[in-house]
């Protein structure tokens, strides 16, 4: 018999060893937990199996066309992310066993590498275009399909979908107004756009059954009664409103298939519109075929958090470019680009305009100081930017040894940072946060053909009507166990 502590999903024997040494406190469970950040992606993993198991049952209740297709959409949402946080959890388990196997960390070994930054990836403002045949298009000929398409995009083992949009001939391009964000990701991001689409086909299973079920009623109820059944049946479905008919059976569910995909990586960054190739992984001859031109347009940006966030700050001595005898003591915070100097420390959350800015850039030379460099002011360094043909140079004097080192390390992650983000170093790009989507729309639901039969007269006790009534309730009777059997 096994225990499970749902917290850390440790299994332990009961009765075993190691229970009765956790239990003596001699071991601590915590040595075999999870670490905090696979616990978080468990949690993640369950709660898409929960989702799934609700898409399901949504899916099994759907009497709408267009709620099965929110509800298939859901469910391949729900098994591409369990997919990949699945894989991603056995690549951790994996790179866990391989750091036990290892060299351990007293051993001497090469130093660890330099990581960049992670950072901010947006893509928003995407555009598909369509290519339809001009007898389509222009003249409007053929049968009017629809489509309903979505995006499916991921980093990593982070997945996000766009809205579902239903698209027909009179479109020329997708158009989805969603801005996805990726809060967390890597220089070497691979952003794949995947586009899903299933062909949203027209009742023509249903499409006959009010002249079916006309001739059925007429047959059965008699000359009369039948002729007028009969006619109103026919009023109903020509007037161009929903015909009066069955309760919308059960949909199954739709099918979606992959339409085009693309990958797109560092190289398309850029704070503008821009068009990439699409992969197209369909064929004519597929049901879900649509006529896509090959491309995508898009925004793609990405802001690195060296850009966004402070990644060093401290007090400094810093003498000016050609002033050789003063030295003016600030509070220097490196962001992005600049080494900001302010007065005080208090002056960075008032929001007051820093004394003075120093770039710091792809060109910036650093250099640091000898420690004997001058009698009373060691630990120095040297920032040094080309400006046309003139070189501007400021000294800065740390505090300490140990501040130096510190200075030092921080411009040196920064312009491995730069190195690694390129373009997206050169200015901040801006993101605009994603707007919250909104919930789709419930369709009214469709009555049966005898709830939706009105009277279009008055009845009066003992008059005319009153027997027409007695006739409408007899054959509203039959009509009902005529549905009945009709749904059977």
């Known amino acids: ?138 003249k409007n000929k053929g049968d009017l399909h629809r489509w309903a398409v979505f995006l499916l995009l991921q980093i990593g083992e982070h997945i996000q979908d766009t809205e579902m949009i239903l698209v027909d001939r009179t479109l020329t391009d997708i158009s989805f107004q969603n801005n996805v964000l990726f809060a967390e990701a890597g220089p070497d991001f691979e952003l794949r756009l995947e586009l899903y689409g299933a062909c949203v086909e027209e009742e023509g299973a249903l499409a006959g059954a009010p002249k079916r079920l006309a001739t059925k009623l007429s047959s059965s109820l008699g000359r009369s009664s039948g002729r007028r059944v009969r006619a109103s049946l026919e009023t109903a479905g020509g007037s161009g409103s929903s015909p009066i008919l069955l309760p919308t059976p059960a949909v199954g569910g739709p099918r979606y298939h992959l339409l085009a995909h693309t990958t797109l990586t560092l190289a398309a960054v850029q704070d503008g519109f821009r068009t990439h190739d699409l992969t ?78 120093i770039a710091i850039n792809k060109e910036t030379r650093v250099r640091a100081g000898e420690l004997d460099q001058a009698v009373g002011r060691p630990f120095t360094l040297s920032i040094s930017n080309q400006y046309a043909e003139d070189e501007v140079t400021h000294t800065l004097q740390a505090e300490s ?37 909104k919930p789709p729309q419930v369709l009214a639901k469709q009555g049966s053909l005898y709830h939706e039969m009105v009277l279009s007269e008055p009845v009066t006790p003992g008059g005319p009507s009153e027997g027409l009534l007695l006739q409408d309730n007899a054959i509203s009777a039959e009509i009902q166990a005529l549905l009945s059997s009709y749904s059977d």
């Open 1 to 138: 018999m096994f225990s499970r502590n749902h917290r850390s999903r440790v299994t332990v024997a009961r009765g075993s060893a190691l229970e009765m040494e956790f239990k003596r406190g001699r071991f601590r469970l915590s040595l075999f937990c999870d670490p905090p950040e696979d616990t978080e992606l468990q949690r993640k993993l369950d709660h898409e199996i929960r989702m799934r198991e609700g898409a399901c049952k949504l899916l099994a209740a759907c009497s709408q066309r267009e709620q099965a297709l929110e509800a298939t959409k859901s469910l391949l949402v729900c098994n591409s992310r369990i997919l990949s946080y699945m894989g991603e959890l056995q690549r951790r388990k994996e790179a866990q066993v391989l750091r036990k196997t290892g060299r351990r960390p007293s051993d001497s070994g090469p130093p660890a590498e330099r990581s960049p930054c992670r950072g901010q990836v947006c893509i928003s403002d995407l555009r598909i275009p369509l290519m339809w045949k001009d007898t389509e298009y222009f």
């Open 280 to 357: 197209l992984a369909s064929h004519e001859e597929n049901p879900a075929w649509l006529p896509l031109y090959g491309s995508v347009c898009c925004r793609l940006v990405a802001q690195p958090f060296c850009m966004t966030q402070p990644t060093a700050s401290g007090i400094l001595r810093v003498q000016q470019a050609g002033e050789l005898q003063d030295w003016v003591r600030v509070h220097g915070v490196l962001k992005g680009t600049n080494l900001f100097c302010y007065r005080q420390p208090e002056d960075t959350d008032t929001g007051e305009e820093p004394l003075f800015t």
């Open 401 to 437: 040894r140990g501040a130096l080192q510190s200075w030092m390390e921080a411009l040196w992650q920064l312009f491995f940072d730069m190195s690694q983000w390129k373009q997206c170093c050169d200015e901040i790009m801006k993101i605009e946060t994603p707007a919250p989507r």
